[in-house]
């Protein structure tokens, strides 16, 4: 008696469960072959898109987790388990962590935004965050940075991708722009005539646009030029550092003089 309303009992469960069972392990595989081609569909989309290497996996790896996770939520719905209570757990443990990496998230979606849009790439000389220097990496959660006295700079993106950011590479050509000055009383001409020909001495200084020399400012102790020349982006500090040092030298035997501060104190005496 017992072993028959088992086998009814077992009969019961299997007319109420058996086809929503089935159609969910239908559903199962028929959803496991739809997020394959789609991960598959995705890869390809990312490689004509020319996205950085870095990021492929990762992005591929995210969307196939939230389409599994989805398809997993519905094959239980299908058999019947209660999915309300579940959710909610869900969502409020995903809260909690939200709340709890809310700086580490803000990081991995500034990693995110640079490597897709690309503000600056491996080998640029940027300017962000305070400091000064070459990108050597540019990870998920922070951007490595090398400076000219090689130091090692770790830059969070999420400061990164949100601030504002100077990027010396991404032009072919930059222009040196020079403050010259001369003392009171010696020859303007004379001397626009001796920066122009120390210019055009220089052959990394590019004719086109023309070297810009002008007075820009009649200072408390000299005659300030204001001198602008326009180089391929490499050569920047080689024409920089190259043309302040060979004024130094020519000036002189010009007779023009490099002024210094000074202050003339004149002395009343009274009877």
């Excluded at 492929?56 to 209570?85: C, Y």
């Excluded at 770790?154 to 040196?176: D, H």
């Amino acid at each position: 008696m017992n072993t028959e309303k088992i086998l009814e009992q077992l009969t019961q469960v299997g007319v109420e469960y058996g086809p929503k069972l089935i159609g969910a392990i239908v559903v199962l595989i028929i959803g496991a072959w739809v997020i394959k081609a789609l991960t598959r569909a995705i890869g390809k989309l990312m490689d004509k898109s020319k996205m950085d290497e870095s990021l492929k996996p990762f992005l591929k790896g995210l969307v196939g987790m939230l389409l599994k996770a989805l398809l997993f939520i519905s094959v239980l719905g299908m058999v019947g388990v209660e999915m309300t209570s579940f959710i909610a757990i869900l969502a409020a443990a995903g809260l909690a962590v939200g709340m709890a990496l809310s700086g580490t998230l803000q990081n991995f979606a500034g990693g995110v935004m640079i490597l897709i849009f690309k503000p600056f790439k491996i080998g640029d000389f940027i300017d962000a965050q305070g400091y000064l220097g070459v990108v050597k990496e540019i990870q998920i959660f922070n951007t490595i940075v090398t400076t000219p006295d090689n130091k090692t700079i770790i830059i969070p993106n999420g400061g990164l991708s949100n601030s504002s950011m100077t990027n010396y590479s991404t032009e072919e050509k930059r222009r040196v722009d020079w403050k010259i000055g001369i003392a009171y009383g010696d020859d303007v001409d004379k001397a626009k005539a001796v920066i122009k020909r120390l210019c055009d001495q220089d052959s990394r200084i590019l004719k086109d646009p023309e070297v810009f020399i002008a007075v820009s400012e009649l200072a408390d102790s000299s005659v300030n030029f204001a001198v602008r020349a326009w180089v391929n982006a490499p050569d920047y500090w080689g024409v920089f550092f190259a043309l302040n040092e060979n004024v130094y030298k020519t000036f002189g035997k010009e007779g023009l003089n490099i002024p210094f501060p000074q202050m003339d104190v004149h002395v009343h005496k009274n009877d």
